[in-house]
Nanobody, 125 residues
C-alpha cells in the first residue's frame, strides 16, 4: 500500500535540465523527511539532497549544490528534484525515499525506510 514512484528521468545533453518527481501513495510525504539518492554503475549509493519534515530545511551534497533544488508540493503529495546544469557525472539511477532525519535533524544522515524503484538519468552528448 505504501509506495513511492519516481518519474522524469531520461536522456539529456550536458548543461541541460530535468525535473524528477517522487509521488507518494498510501501515506503523506509531508510527514517524512524525503531524500533523493543516486547510484551510478560501480559506485556506492549517494545521498544528493533531502528535505526535512517540520522545518522544511533542505540539504545538498557538494556535488550537486547550486545545480539541484528539492521542493515539496503537499497538495500533490509529491517531492521534486529540479536538476540544472547537468553533467555526465550526474548519470545514475535516481531514487527517492521517505524516512526520518538523523542527528541534529540533519536529513542527509537520516534513516530512510520507504524507497521508490528509481528512474534513470543519463547525461551524454
Amino acid at each position: 500500500q505504501l509506495q513511492l514512484v519516481e518519474s522524469g528521468g531520461g536522456l539529456v545533453q550536458p548543461g541541460g535540465s530535468l525535473r524528477l518527481s517522487c509521488a507518494g501513495s498510501g501515506f503523506t510525504l509531508d510527514y517524512y523527511a524525503i531524500g533523493w539518492f543516486r547510484q551510478a554503475p560501480g559506485k556506492e549509493r549517494e545521498t544528493i539532497s533531502c528535505i526535512s519534515r517540520s522545518s522544511g530545511i533542505t540539504n545538498y551534497a557538494n556535488s550537486v549544490k547550486g545545480r539541484f533544488t528539492i521542493s515539496r508540493d503537499n497538495a500533490k503529495n509529491t517531492v521534486y528534484l529540479q536538476m540544472n546544469s547537468l553533467e555526465p557525472e550526474d548519470t545514475a539511477v535516481y531514487y527517492c525515499a521517505a524516512g526520518v532525519e538523523g542527528l541534529f535533524g540533519v536529513c542527509l544522515i537520516g534513516t530512510y525506510n520507504y524507497w521508490g524503484q528509481g528512474t534513470q538519468v543519463t547525461v551524454s552528448s
